[in-house]
């Protein structure tokens, strides 16, 4: 058995939190990469709140500019956790994603699921979420249990809800999940810096804005497993893979430098 300590079941349940799997050099490294990632942005950040509620800044694929970003992504145990979430012998690196909301930011990030904003299809995948802040119960990301089953629901913008990527009705509209609370099981996890959470890219997800002075800086890391493949979309996926279509087959493996190998087979991996 792995000395990491997990909370839920990601297979039953599509997200687990796991307990001080990582050290303070870890967390030190990440709030440092996040802190240079946030003084020079790249050109796909965006602003994911309106001008008067504080300020939920996002950024994207930045390992490869940014050292102490891929540091991180290289020698944590990030890789290692979602290969063993997974039960995949292989790991790649899909991307980076910046996720910070500076204090008096009350927004809430709706309910959605990562997986139609995507280029890649599979199930063996886990998304890390890693605070490098105290994160109350209140702020912190939710999860509806089970969702990573399907189906898939319709992705809109979290500033204006449209549907910018398939057509109105052409896939199903979130549940009222707030107002069902006999129908659907919510997870949560109140978090230190050194906590992280996993889930799949399929399940429901959404968080609390933050209140009074507190910051909330998360860097998250997605990992791509052994059956995840090249999907090329017909919509702008986020983040953008712009041409990847020529240089991947579809169907084919993410085997391309912008999808670097973190964990490679006869790598030895811990069970859970």
């Known amino acids: 058995m792995s000395e990491w300590k997990i909370e839920g079941d990601f297979e039953a349940d599509g997200a687990v939190c796991v307990r001080q799997a990582f050290t303070a050099e870890h967390v030190a490294l990440a709030r440092a990469a996040i802190d240079e990632n946030l003084a020079d942005l790249s050109a796909r950040a965006k602003r994911a709140s309106g001008e008067d509620d504080g300020a939920f800044i996002e950024d994207f694929c930045n390992w490869n500019r940014l050292p ?29 994603h910046l996720l910070v909301k500076e204090p008096g930011t009350r927004q809430r990030t709706p309910w959605h699921q990562d997986q139609p904003y995507y280029n890649v299809e599979g199930t063996q995948n886990a998304s890390m979420w890693f605070p490098v802040d105290p994160v109350p119960r209140s702020a912190t990301l939710e999860f509806i249990a ?21 057509p109105d009705g052409s896939l199903a509209e979130l549940p009222d999940f707030a107002n069902e609370p006999d129908q659907w099981q919510v997870l949560g996890w109140e978090l230190e810096p050194g906590d992280a959470v996993f889930f799949n890219m399929l399940t429901v997800h959404g968080s609390g804005g933050v209140s009074g002075p507190n910051r909330r800086r998360v860097l998250s890391v997605r990992y791509l497993g052994d059956d995840m493949v090249h999907a090329p979309r017909r919509w702008t996926t986020s983040p953008p893979f712009d041409g990847l279509e020529s240089e991947i087959a579809e169907g084919a493996p993410m085997d391309h430098p912008l999808f670097p190998m973190l964990r490679a087979r006869g790598d030895h991996r811990r069970s859970i």
């Open 68 to 96: 102490k970003m891929e540091r991180f992504i290289r020698e944590s145990p990030g890789a290692d956790i979602a290969a063993a979430l997974t039960g995949s012998d292989t790991i790649r690196l899909y991307h980076d």
């Open 146 to 166: 089970g969702s990573h089953r399907g189906p898939w629901y319709m992705p809109r913008t979290f500033l204006d809800d449209q549907a910018k990527w398939f």
